[in-house]
């Protein structure tokens, strides 16, 4: 006891003295970070206001739709470390540490370009307003919206000092207020509470603890995405085995199991995209794509089987593939999605059976796909073609030598391909993106691959269309080396993925692998197949060239069937081919707001929306709106009830979709089905149906004072269109731009073409017919330029007070007629909406 004393009495002296100490030294702060350093994706910081020391910080380490966001003294809580995440545009997403699974991120409330607005944080949503810049400034950053168009920054509120103070949106001046320095933080450890601050987790700048910044939760997702048409090895996360059937069989009812990998056909998985965005599972076995993954009996039940058979057309036989955690969940339609492939007990052993349970996310649930070796007797040889239109019309492409102007043409099968200067199916492509910039160029008529020979990047290598096998050298990616008019890529250098040192060039006439140079033999224009006229290949006024609209080709292919997929992945600049495979209405007239660089496209079976309006307005252009039909309640027919609605940007295409109208029309109506104006240029609108409506397309700045600030907006081609029952305005109201209306159809109507002020109309090879109605091909008010020729009229308009005009749009770019008695027929039986392969007028 007195030894334990006399230990206690000297604890206790040490103590006291440890205490007057830190009783006679100066105030600190409470946490004083690690230097500034420069913000990359993935990592984590702390976030510092130069002119305060304050620390951008969730209020309250919320992770709560709307928390507001503030500056306050640094304590290390998750609330004030934020995530950069790097958007394909190059902007940047900023997610709070309060939400590690990356689902909430930094917000400018309701989306406002407005000095002032409120910061705050918000799940995910796709817009704009949770994308934002990092700009050097002074010797920090700003951190700029996209909302704004990078003009606004974050601001602390006042130039305030004190913790606590708002933080908003404000324009850049690079004021102390506006300049924010990046510190390395740490990770939160498993242990660490989310919704607590926790000061001794803060890094000083004596920490010498393991800073290394460890990967992002949501940053980076195991093995490929999967897409149709493709073929994986499927890998279970709990146990590292692959999804297996069971002896390799190819028989109906054979197990399907997991097995520790042997790269056996068995092993080998190919998802065939359905209609609905499901997907069926085709082993290898069967390379008929006969066979299908199957749900035993089509059970709903937690342990049914899981086997293969026949395809029926079942549900038991499509399944979805949900993110979950860093891999899939496979989950089975016949459920609604709520059960998914499990390995039954979370076995680790090989020959485990695989069966349905209920989705919970866990490991034994979670599934990475790998990318495998198609069959056959040589890896660099097969006969396997990919399917194209299959549940919607693919974006065709063709590939144009800027050195002769002529096309890349595959053969009738396999072979060598060439250049050929005629247009034909043989040298129309699509894109298979595999989701990191690499793409697959599949030949839509024959389904064979663009490759070198024997899948052989070798300088001097023949260009080849062959079977597909998954080889490397199946794989290109495409860089413009040029722009045009516009700043758009104009040519671009094709690169083979397999030795990206070597492109695609024309030498003695034939198509090889080769050195790029930068020669015109080395580059090639991308063209949209099908687009005529002004949003297609063209020159302006200035005979400069302007480069072929390409929409959402160059990024990846999306399914929707509701309006919040739709509105999410319309928004912003990332581009995407967005199907929509499900009719989508909404009871109020509802807007969505369409970036850049998309691609909406209606899918064969449904593709019909209801009161939603698209509005092109700011940061957009280089979209494509195809085999959409739209409809809207006769109720909604204010003066902006406008259900296609496009006035910035350049570079749009309408094509074979349908405006249906309706039936009770009324003197009260004033809305139309199209407007194109403002500063809106170089449209397109082919193929399409417009009926059942008083008014249809009004085109250019609305009113009288527009002279000197929108003169020649837009340019725009105008052919090939059906307009039934469109009283006014088919093919409608022009002021100040250059209009080419050809080939079109237009039946039972009061008026047709409106010219206004600085509009200039050539009218060629239309078939215009009264029906019940006046059928006035011109509303002959005196003013703009207009001249028709070669157009079967309904009406007399051979004393124009309207003058002609000098416009010729073979000046801008080439194109072809029909007669107009041809082209009602065309019109008649191919314009509007399909549910199956398009037809184009240039075909």
């Known amino acids: 006891m007195k030894t334990t004393g006399n230990y206690i009495t000297k604890l206790l002296s040490v103590f006291m003295c440890v205490v007057y100490i830190i009783a006679g030294l100066p105030a600190t702060e409470l946490v004083s970070h690690a230097a500034a350093v420069t913000p990359t994706s993935g990592n984590i910081y702390y976030i510092k206001n130069k002119n305060s020391g304050m620390y951008l910080t969730v209020e309250n380490d919320s992770a709560s739709n709307g928390a507001n966001v503030i500056q306050a003294t640094g304590t290390g809580s998750l609330g004030q470390r934020w995530i950069p995440e790097l958007c394909s545009d190059g902007t940047y997403r900023l997610h709070p540490a309060t939400d590690l699974t990356g689902g909430i991120?930094?917000?400018?409330?309701?989306?406002?370009?407005?000095?002032?607005?409120?910061?705050?944080?918000?799940?995910?949503?796709?817009?704009?307003?949770?994308?934002?810049?990092?700009?050097k400034s002074g010797d920090g950053y700003s951190i700029t919206m996209e909302v704004t168009g990078q003009e606004s920054c974050l601001d602390v509120l006042d130039f305030s000092t004190e913790s606590g103070a708002n933080v908003i949106q404000w324009t850049n001046n690079e004021s102390d207020n506006q300049i924010w320095f990046f510190e390395e933080a740490q990770w939160p450890d498993a242990s660490e509470p989310d919704n607590e601050s926790d000061s001794d987790n803060a890094p000083s700048s004596e920490d010498s603890s393991d800073s290394t910044p460890k990967e992002a939760v949501f940053a980076v997702t195991k093995g490929e995405t999967p897409t149709g048409g493709n073929i994986y090895y499927i890998k279970n996360k709990n146990s590292g085995m692959y999804l297996t059937v069971e002896n390799?069989?190819?028989?109906?009812?054979?197990?399907?199991?997991?097995?520790?990998?042997?790269?056996?056909?068995?092993?080998?998985?190919?998802?065939?995209?359905?209609?609905?965005?499901?997907?069926?599972?085709?082993?290898?076995?069967?390379?008929?794509?006969?066979?299908?993954?199957?749900?035993?009996?089509?059970?709903?039940?937690?342990?049914?089987?899981?086997?293969?058979?026949?395809?029926?057309?079942?549900?038991?036989?499509?399944?979805?593939?949900?993110?979950?955690?860093?891999?899939?969940?496979?989950?089975?339609?016949?459920?609604?999605?709520?059960?998914?492939?499990?390995?039954?007990?979370?076995?680790?052993?090989?020959g485990a059976n695989v069966l349905q349970y209920t989705n919970r996310g866990a490991d034994n649930q979670i599934w990475y796909f790998e990318v495998a070796q198609w069959p056959g007797s040589n890896p660099d040889t097969s006969d396997t073609t990919v399917s194209c239109d299959t549940s919607y019309a693919m974006q065709r492409i063709q590939f144009m030598s800027t050195y002769n102007n002529q096309f890349i043409t595959a053969p009738e099968g396999k072979g060598t391909v060439s250049l050929n200067s005629t247009s034909s199916t043989f040298n129309q492509w699509v894109l298979m993106n595999d989701g990191s910039g690499k793409y697959m160029i599949v030949n839509a008529k024959t389904g064979y691959v663009l490759a070198p020979a024997d899948n052989n990047a070798a300088s001097g290598a023949a260009l080849v269309a062959t079977g597909k096998t998954g080889a490397t050298a199946q794989y290109w990616k495409m860089d413009a080396v040029n722009t045009d008019c516009n700043g758009s890529g104009l040519s671009y250098r094709i690169s083979n993925c397999a030795n990206t040192n070597l492109s695609i060039i024309v030498n003695n006439e034939k198509l090889v692998l080769g050195t790029y140079s930068g020669a015109s033999a080395h580059m090639f224009y991308i063209n949209s197949?099908?687009?005529?006229?002004?949003?297609?290949?063209?020159?302006?006024?200035?005979?400069?060239?302007?480069?072929?609209?390409?929409?959402?080709?160059?990024?990846?292919?999306?399914?929707?069937?509701?309006?919040?997929?739709?509105?999410?992945?319309?928004?912003?600049?990332?581009?995407?081919?967005?199907?929509i495979n499900g009719n989508i209405s909404k009871s109020d007239l509802t807007k969505i707001f369409v970036g850049s660089n998309k691609t909406i496209i209606g899918s064969f079976t449904a593709n019909t929306l209801n009161n939603i309006h698209f509005r092109c307005t700011s940061n957009t252009g280089n979209v494509i709106f195809k085999n959409i039909t739209f409809q809207h309640d006769a109720d909604k027919n204010a003066n902006d009830d406008i259900q296609m609605y496009i006035s910035s940007g350049n570079n749009f295409w309408l094509d074979h979709c349908s405006f249906m109208g309706h039936s009770a029309l009324t003197s009260s109506d004033v809305d139309k089905h199209l407007y194109v104006g403002l500063k809106a240029d170089y449209v397109s609108v082919t193929g399409c149906v417009f009926m059942n409506h008083k008014y249809g397309l009004i085109l250019g700045y609305p009113e009288e004072d527009g002279v000197g600030t929108y003169d020649g907006y837009p340019r725009m081609t105008i052919c090939n269109n059906y307009f039934h029952g469109v009283l006014t305005r088919a093919p409608g109201l022009m002021r100040y731009g250059y209009f080419h209306a050809y080939n079109n159809y237009i039946y039972d109507f009061n008026l047709g073409y409106t010219p206004y002020t600085g509009a200039n109309i050539y009218s060629e090879n239309n078939y215009f017919a009264a029906g019940s109605h006046t059928g006035a091909v011109v509303d002959d008010k005196g003013v703009g330029g207009f001249t028709d020729v070669g157009s079967v009229l309904s009406y007399d308009i051979s004393s124009l007070k309207t003058g002609a005009t000098s416009f010729r749009p073979s000046n801008n770019y080439s194109y072809n007629v029909r007669n107009a008695a041809d082209a009602k027929t065309w019109c008649s039986k191919y314009a509007g909406v399909t549910n199956g392969s398009i037809h184009y007028a240039i075909d």
């Open 529 to 579: 197949y099908g687009v005529e006229g002004f949003a297609g290949k063209c020159y302006n006024m200035n005979k400069n060239m302007k480069a072929s609209i390409t929409g959402g080709l160059f990024g990846a292919t999306v399914t929707v069937s509701d309006f919040d997929s739709l509105s999410k992945y319309c928004a912003g600049a990332t581009p995407y081919t967005i199907a």
């Open 248 to 350: 390799d069989s190819a028989s109906n009812g054979a197990n399907v199991i997991q097995a520790t990998g042997t790269g056996s056909l068995g092993q080998r998985w190919i998802p065939e995209l359905c209609s609905d965005g499901t997907y069926r599972l085709h082993p290898a076995t069967d390379m008929t794509g006969g066979i299908s993954l199957d749900v035993a009996y089509g059970s709903t039940e937690n342990g049914a089987n899981i086997q293969i058979w026949e395809n029926n057309g079942y549900s038991a036989q499509q399944f979805g593939f949900v993110e979950s955690g860093d891999g899939y969940a496979i989950t089975t339609k016949v459920t609604n999605q709520e059960s998914c492939l499990d390995v039954e007990r979370k076995s680790m052993q090989s």
């Open 105 to 135: 991120s930094l917000d400018v409330a309701n989306g406002s370009t407005e000095d002032g607005t409120n910061i705050q944080i918000w799940e995910n949503n796709g817009c704009t307003a949770q994308q934002f810049g990092l700009v």
